[in-house]
Nanobody
């Protein structure tokens, strides 16, 4: 079955860190860009970070700069989102997604396969 399997997330205090994982199942992620998106209550889904097929990193959200990083493991089966210095406004459901091609985009309609999403809450 072709799917993206997510793990990580949960509750963290402000200033803390979390790492999300996105594992490709049933296909090789070598041939696709993989992006992380998030959706907060009452807001549209927004891109956070993306990694191209050639492992070039693209920041999709200004708020992620300097705090979040994206990486792909050497086997290219899993993409990670490392979130540091988390703020209450980072609270959202976080999704990973497979792009239709090898390049990144902030347009969610250019991603054809989505993980199930996981809640990230930042609170004291």
């Amino acid at each position: 079955q072709v799917q993206l399997v997510e793990s990580g997330g949960g509750l963290v205090q402000p200033g803390g860190s979390l790492r999300r994982s996105c594992a490709a199942s049933g296909f090789s992620s070598d041939y696709y860009a993989i992006g992380w998106f998030r959706q907060a209550p009452g807001r549209e889904r927004e891109g956070v970070l993306c990694i191209t097929q050639s492992n070039y990193h693209t920041v999709l959200a200004e708020s992620a700069k300097g705090r979040f990083t994206i990486a792909r493991d050497k086997g290219k089966t899993t993409v990670y989102l490392q979130m540091n210095s988390l703020k209450p406004e980072d609270k959202a459901i976080y999704y990973c997604a497979r792009a239709m091609g090898i390049e990144c985009s902030s347009d969610s309609s250019t991603y054809s396969l989505w993980g199930e999403g996981t809640q990230v809450t930042v609170a004291s």
